[in-house]
């Protein structure tokens, strides 16, 4: 019983004798087991294809495996509220998108602090999203799809992979500006909704270049304009959505946040490991290809960028009157 006693004791004052240590030595193992990158939407989409991708590299560069796990719904809400949620070790992350910034503003209620539940590790990149239609649609160009919408309001269907995601605001934006009437489906991820455009159950998506780009290398899809206020380098011809409906422009992100609280050093050795695995040759030409422009920086940057695009997208959707579906 003595020797229990006197294990637990021992025990007790390793653990007491860490958490005195200042932060930098404290951690300075880390990380020491497997790292977990939480997307928000179904498996399949753009998100979780450089999730993925990112993933193998920042292993290489972290030393310990870093796993992908899909937790979708809600407009990102409920993957999002699990990285909230948890511990702020280092050991779970978030990729966040565009939704991350419109959110506060299209929800009533959200389950965590937007501004104050997370800490920002790095920005990875930022591109356009892609409106495609299936290859054999009869719309080829964006001209087409407003006199289609003009002709039978409401009649025309476009996909998005949940409330408040980029292909939802994006097309939120389209109608508004041009001055038509469609109807919004959202799926779970980007997966399910490309699927159904594919199928023709659904007319069109404004989907991210990540997630659309190999279905139009690939003949399945046709894109017919960009949602950056310009021509996209990686798909030059294309036009800008732009050019049709003046004043039209809608950004794609992806960035790395933690939850609140993360040491000061794991947040650096994350940013330091995660810039080198966006910037490595087999992720740069993956993304690159997929429109997606590398954009890493300092945890300051990221936080000061998406302080923005809330500012911004709160006053489209308050002057638009969006509200979720």
């Known amino acids: 019983m003595a020797n229990i006693f006197n294990h637990v004791v021992a025990r007790i004052v390793i653990a007491m004798a860490i958490l005195t240590l ?5 951690f300075a193992a880390y990380p020491d087991r497997t790292v977990r990158v939480i997307v928000p939407f179904a498996p399949g989409g753009g998100t979780d294809t450089i999730a993925r991708v990112l993933g ?18 809600a407009g990102t809400i409920i993957g999002t509220d ?53 290859a054999g649609s009869p719309y080829k160009s964006v001209k087409d799809v407003i006199a289609a919408a003009k002709a039978k309001p409401g009649t025309l269907t476009y996909a998005s992979f949940g409330n408040g995601t980029s292909a939802h605001l994006a097309g939120e934006m389209f109608t508004s500006l041009a001055n038509i009437e469609m109807t919004h489906v ?35 899809l046709r894109a017919i304009g960009v949602t950056s206020a310009s021509r996209s380098p990686a798909l030059p011809a294309v036009p800008a959505i732009a050019e049709t409906v003046p004043g039209y422009r809608v950004e794609s992100w992806y960035g790395i946040y933690a939850p609140a609280g993360t040491p000061p050093a794991v947040i650096a050795r994350l940013n330091s490991a995660i810039g080198k695995a966006a910037k490595a040759d087999k992720v740069r030409k993956q993304l690159e290809s997929e ?8 945890p300051a940057e990221l936080d000061e960028y998406v302080r923005g695009e809330e500012a911004r997208w709160r006053a489209i959707v308050k002057k638009n009157n969006i509200k979720p579906d």
């Open 82 to 134: 699990a990285v909230a949620k948890s511990q702020p070790d280092g050991y779970t992350l978030l990729i966040a998108t565009f939704a991350h910034a419109v959110n506060p503003s299209l929800q009533s209620k959200l389950p965590f602090a937007w501004d104050k539940a997370f800490a920002p590790v790095i920005l990875i990149g930022r591109g356009p999203n892609v409106l495609v239609v299936k």
């Open 186 to 220: 959202p799926y779970r991820g980007n997966g399910p909704a490309i699927t159904d455009v594919l199928g023709g159950q659904v007319d069109m998506i404004f989907g991210t270049a990540a997630g659309v780009s190999g279905f139009v290398t690939h003949g399945s």
């Open 291 to 298: 429109g997606i422009a590398i954009s890493t920086g300092t």
């Open 22 to 26: 200042p932060a930098g030595l404290a």
């Open 56 to 73: 193998a590299e920042m292993s290489k560069e972290l030393g310990q495996s870093v796993i992908v796990e899909n937790k979708s719904g």
